[in-house]
């Protein structure tokens, strides 16, 4: 697997996949939750839910899972 890459078309897509490949390593699981909040939003325009929903490049998904 070091020697190859894996395309995807979507950040779906590869939250998929890394769920799958972290499920099949050995040991433990531990999953942490992101805290998710708009700065400078006094009104209330960006709802929790909504942005749990976002996955932006570059970041980690908002429920994250990994082995030790």
Not at 4 to 26: A, C, H, K
Not at 34 to 44: I, R
């Amino acid at each position: 697997m070091k020697e190859r890459g894996i395309l995807t078309s979507r950040n779906e897509y590869v939250d998929q996949l890394n769920e799958m490949l972290i499920s099949r390593f050995p040991g433990e699981s531990r999953t942490f939750l992101s805290f998710d909040s708009a700065e400078d939003d006094t009104n209330n325009y960006y709802q929790e839910e909504y942005l749990n929903t976002l996955t932006p490049s570059g970041l980690p998904p908002r429920r994250y899972a990994l082995d030790y």
